[in-house]
């Protein structure tokens, strides 16, 4: 039995290797070094979080900035945070924070900077929040936990992208929490995320927060299994890497794209649709439909033939094992 199944899976690989492209780089060495867990923080700076808030002295913003500062201070080194800013009046970039380890002293600079002022695009930010995500998802072959905490004092302006863009970012593993700052009622996402927090006064927002990412550092990642990692690095650099390659290449194109969609299409698609358009023109920029079944049909072959391939080898591997 344990050679049969040794057979089956060199001839598995060489029909993957066979079928496979030669990826376009590979690395040094086969070492993983993910990080565990990823956050995003989409952070409200519409003119209405200028706001004194009903219970004390403080501004909605100001109790943002503190009670953010206050909880990544204290975040374990396995989560990386990144904090993404709209409407904001005196800020150029709105990455104020690109996802990656935590650098107090930094983030102390670039927190308090924001001014409120603006509208509240919030569909367009969860959007640029998820593809972020969805981005390091794909570095990290799907290692990881993947997190949206939007924080916000208001309705969005372009609800329109928010229901178009929810239910695919749900849809796509990545985890959403709200938070409704200083709000006389439950916010619309109260209903259509992952979950939800009110937030009435600056230190039931620092629990809010606490609490969600009481939750972060306590999830167990879904990802690739460090067990699987360490069978797969036995084999070949090449062999490894293209089997990783192929297992993460699905699934993290950007929100409200189609598997496969060029950085081209996917900006035409979303600048079309945020400025109230149906879509790109069928006859001008659609992939025929022979093309696209044709290949996702080969991908979805490819990626059955990837895990068949690597469960033979861990389920040959362990018989050895015990031999």
Known sequence: MRRSFLIIGGIGLALLMSALPCPAAEPDGFNPGYVDHNVVIVLDAS?????????????????????????????????????????????????????????????IEVVNRPYPGGSTPLGKYIKKGADALLARRAEQFGYGTYRLIVVTDG?????????????????????????????????????????YRRADDPHALTLALESVFAEIDSDVSDGTPDEAFEEIAALPDDIAWA??????????????????????????????????????????????ASSK????????????????VIALILVASKGLKRK
Request: negative net charge.
């Open 47 to 107: 003119g209405s979080m200028n706001t004194k808030m009903h219970s004390g002295d403080m501004t909605r913003m100001q109790a943002a900035k503190n009670a953010i500062l206050d909880v990544l201070r204290q975040i374990p080194g396995n989560t990386q945070v990144g904090i993404l800013v709209f409407s904001a009046r005196n800020v150029q970039a709105d990455w104020i924070y690109p996802l990656g380890p935590v650098d107090v002293d930094r983030l």
């Open 155 to 195: 309705e969005a302006g372009d609800q329109n992208l928010v229901d178009r863009y929810i239910p695919d970012v749900l849809s796509r593993g990545i985890i959403v929490d709200a938070i409704g700052l200083d709000m006389k009622q439950d916010h619309t996402l109260a209903t259509r995320v992952n979950s």
């Open 243 to 288: 089997m990783l390659t192929a297992l993460s290449s699905g699934g993290n194109q950007p929100i409200g794209e189609p598997p496969g969609a060029s950085p081209a299409e996917s900006s035409a698609s979303t600048s079309s649709f945020e400025n109230g358009a149906a879509g790109p023109s069928a006859s001008s920029t659609a992939t025929p």
């Open 293 to 308: 079944s044709s290949t996702n049909g080969r991908f979805n072959v490819l990626k059955t033939l990837v895990i068949l």
